[in-house]
């Protein structure tokens, strides 16, 4: 038996009872689904889950285009359950985020096989969720404290540029867009104008990037937003 928990989000119901079914005979209990996209915005911002199966062709909005405002609100893995097999559709699905792409027909058993294969992985190498400091190399983040350092040489940075630095250290390897990151770390709604976002990027590279027009650490995913890279787990 598992404590793990489940959100399923695909409007075909067949396939979430399938799914449920499987995978309570598997041993999962806590299991959660829903057909929509604002159903699963939702239950993500109530609830916490250790990995989400997300089907691509919602009503109303794509899984697509919901994938990035899951992933503002939760590390969970995400995997998409989709119709949609070409390359350039797996390809967007992994850059918005996504943890595993499997495509429709399915063999239950084989979803089930990679939910735990990733579960398991998840639990040995994910940072606590309480993780107050973040060691990446050469960059050390104290939260406690508000220090940076680099290189362990201290780097001064105003309030604004800690929180947006905090916010992506917690969400390594993590797309969002503009949008996503100034109603995050602002706190307000945004109206799709505002150059604050770009402006504290620059800034914020210009005190941690050794190349600010080269990154390293926060890089531009043309035409989607941001992402902070890291090859490893923080420390």
């Known amino acids: 038996m598992y404590d793990s928990r489940l959100l399923i989000v695909d409007d075909e119901q067949s396939i979430c009872t399938m799914l449920v079914t499987i995978l309570k005979k598997e041993g999962f209990n806590h299991i959660h689904t829903t057909g929509t996209a604002e159903d699963a915005l939702s239950l993500c911002e109530n609830n916490e889950y250790d990995l989400i199966l997300l089907d691509v062709m919602l009503p109303c909005k794509s899984g697509f285009d919901i994938c990035p405002s899951i992933r503002a609100i939760t590390n969970a893995p995400i995997f998409f359950l989709t119709a949609r097999a070409s390359d350039l559709d797996k390809l967007s699905g992994f850059a918005l985020g996504a943890d595993d792409y499997i495509t ?3 063999n239950p058993l084989e979803v089930v096989a990679r939910i735990l294969a990733h579960l398991r992985r998840q639990q040995t190498h994910l940072p606590s969720k309480k993780l107050k400091q973040f060691n990446f190399g050469s960059l050390e983040i104290n939260i406690h404290s508000g220090e940076v350092y680099k290189n362990k040489t201290k780097i001064d940075l105003s309030a604004q540029l800690f929180q947006l630095l905090v916010f992506l ?9 503009k949008g996503q ?26 005190k941690i990037e050794d190349n600010p027009s080269d990154p390293k650490w926060i890089v531009t995913v043309r035409g989607l937003g941001y992402k902070f890279v890291s090859r490893d787990t923080p420390k």
């Open 104 to 106: 429709k027909p399915f």
């Open 169 to 177: 250290c917690k969400h390594p390897n993590q797309l969002f867009s």
């Open 181 to 206: 990151l100034y109603e995050q770390v602002w706190g307000e709604p945004y109206l799709g104008e505002d150059n604050t976002v770009m402006v504290h990027i620059r800034k914020l590279r210009e």
